[in-house]
Every structure is written in C-alpha cells, then in structure tokens.
C-alpha cells in the first residue's frame, strides 16, 4: 500500500500549544498503555502500518514541517517538501512525482491520499487499503471515501453517490451546505466528503503534465514557486467523469479546534492541573512546570505552553484564529530532527533556551556573526568541536564561543544544556553553516 499523508497548516485554532513550526498534528495528547503521549502524525503512522507493515508512506509537506516529522517518526519515512504553499493539487502533484522517480513506484500502482489527522480507529485504515486495491482495479480513476454522516454538518462537502451499495459511481458532489440543505442531501443518500481518494500514479502524472510544463520530479520541484495555485478537487475531481465512492461507516472526527480535540481526550488532565468537584466537563492541557487549578468551571479548556495560555468556554473556542493572528511572538518551543528546545527567558540582549539532543544526534556546524554563546551541560554526555577543537563534556560543563566561533555538539546519550544566547541583535537568521572536518 502506497500512502500520501497531507500535512499543512498552522493550526492557529489550538493554540498556544500550535504555531507556525509546530502544528496540530504533533501536539502529544492521545495517551498510550505505557502511560507516554503520541501526536496525531504518529497515531495516524502506527495505525498504517498495523493495517499494512510493508505500507509506503510519504507526507507532503512544508520544509517549516520536516524536523518535527523526523524527530516523531525518524528517519524511514518519505517526505515530499513543497518549497512553498501552492494548495493542494501541485502538492499532490509533486508528492505522486516523488514517489515515482525518487522512490521508484511503478507508475502503474495505486496510492492513496489522506489527511494527517483525522481521529479514527484502526478499521478507518482497513478501509484505506481497500481504497487502494478498488483503485487497482481500474474501474474508474479516481475512487474516494465517502464518510457516512452522522449529523447534517455545515463544515463538509457531500457526495451523492449513484446506488447505495458499498462501491457506487458518484453521481453529483455538493459543496458546503446550511444545515437545512445538508438534512436534504443526507435524505438522498450523500456522504460526507472526507478528502481521502485513491488513484494509480500514471493517471495524475498525466494530468500533472497537462497542465505542468516539466519533466521529472526534480524539474517540478524547481519550477513549484512559479505554479498556480488550485486545488485538487477544482484541476481534477470536478473535471472526472470516472469516479467511485467507497462507503465508510466507522469512527471519524476531524480534531480541528479546541472543542473537538477535547472529546477525543482520554483524560481531562494532562500535565500538571488539579479540577475541584464542582467541575465539570473541564480539560486541562499544560506544558509549562507550573500547577493550574480549575473551580467551578463548566465546558471550558485551559492550555498553557510557553507560546502563551488560553482559557476558553469551549463553544467559543472555535472561533479563535482572528485573535492569534494578531498575536506576534518568536517561536517559544520546537521540535527538531536533533531533539527539541524550549526559550526559557528572553531579554533586550539575552535569551536563554534549554535544548535536549536525542543520543547520537548533532547541532550543525555553525557560527553567529551578532552573538556570543554559553552552553552549560545540565545531564548527559556528549562532545563539542568549537573552531576545530574537540572535547567530551559532561554534566556541570561550561563552553564559551565567541560571536564567529564554529561549534557544534554530538549527544553520546540523551543531552540537556542550558544555551545563553548574549548581544544586541539575536536572530534566529543569524547562523552560517560549515563542513565539519575532523
């Protein structure tokens, strides 16, 4: 089975836990039976490949994206990079053209494309490799999942298919509806559109071509900055006359605010947080080292990160986005492909960050023009190279590099440090990169 994953987005409706680094689908919240938290990416990686061990998986997304992925799924798992947002079909585009001239796919296989995080259990992925082999079947070009609707939504499109058997040509598709409409598409069979189809990689290679002056994957990736942006349902779907729909009637939720994220948790604290008895349906999500205590409160999620603290009835949750737009911040926490690090206090001239490095994982080379550093080692063990200058390090160390100093660090176990960033213009562009040679 060949899998597209999607993922984009900023996910400015759960915040403060998202932001432009960190979007939804890597909030660790859904608990496992060890007791240790996974993100929606890695829930949504594990239940692919217990539907299929062998499943090729390739997400598509933006480069602001990769090291989250790398250090949540590692280093196995294909990434197409889109160089910038052009919507959904040049990234499907580039993605199917990755698989084939840069995995090596036969043009003649299916591949299936899903979003990132939608919450469903195991049978959603079941589903998605039948997707996969009625796509192989060569009946129609296109064969989408039509989500049985359990209430007429306003947030969906609808498919109406042809029959109500399992697999049905589509008759019509019908854009987001009122609530009236969508109890009038429901009484006619329609399904909700879920954006997950599946098709063979020759077919959107074609269509790619016609409307794509390239040759291979990387002329495309080349010339993605100049491609017009449109989505994959207007360059495609709506132009198809041989389309299918696959029914699906299991557990399906798309966790896009605050609101649904909260029904899907398995516990109503994570973090430190104390409810009173006189709560009731309150969810606590904290990332700071600090207690929350919530009395009295009725329907509301608090959440606190360094990115800030939200307390919220939880109806009025969903409409939060114009709020944080408007909220201009540096980046307070990320993960990276190395490890992850957390801006402990920012001042006029300082900043200082505790960074962990997973083991066996380095910085970049680098130097600061604008910037001196310190690192003290707080736990672990590792080595430093600082202008060609080797070391091993370990707790209680301290290591000075002046502004133009070239340093890395290699993490021999799992390796905490304080960074103090000290000068006047501290900037996240400020880092020029070198071959390290030792």
Known sequence: MNVILLSGGSGKRLWPLSNDIRSKQFIKIFKNEDGSYESMVQRVYRQIKKADKNACVTIATSKTQVSSIHN????????SVEPCRRDTFPAIALSTAYLVDVMNVDPNESVVVCPVDPYVEDDYFDAVKRLGEQADKGEANLVLMGIEPTYPSEKYGYIIPETDEETS????????????????????????????????????????HELIDFTDYQDLFSKYETLNKISFDYAVVEKEE?????????????????????????????????????CSDVHIINEMG?????????????????????????????????YVDGIEQQIMFAEKSWGSFRVIDVENESMTIKVTLNEGNSMNYHSHRNRDEVWVVISGKGRTVVDGMEQCVNAGDVITMSAGCRHTITAESELKLIEIQLGSNISVQDKQKFELEI
């Not at 949540?72 to 990434?79: E, K, P, R, S, W």
């Not at 509806?177 to 997950?196: C, D, F, H, M, R």
């Open 72 to 79: 949540q799924l590692g280093d196995n798992v294909g990434i």
């Open 242 to 278: 041989k389309i299918q729909v696959q029914r699906f009637g299991g557990q399906w939720k798309d966790l896009g605010t605050w609101n649904t994220l909260t029904e899907a948790m398995q516990e109503n604290v994570i973090g430190e947080g104390i409810l009173n008895e006189n």
């Open 169 to 208: 040509f589509v008759k019509t598709f019908k854009e987001k509806p009122t609530t009236e409409v969508a109890k009038q598409y429901i009484s006619q069979g329609a399904l909700w559109n879920g954006g997950v189809f599946a098709y063979k990689l020759k077919y959107v290679l074609d269509k790619a």
């Open 290 to 322: 600090v207690p929350i205590l919530a009395m009295g409160l009725h329907d509301v999620v608090i959440s606190a990160s360094p990115e800030g603290i939200l307390v919220s009835d939880k109806e009025q949750s969903s409409y939060i986005k114009p």
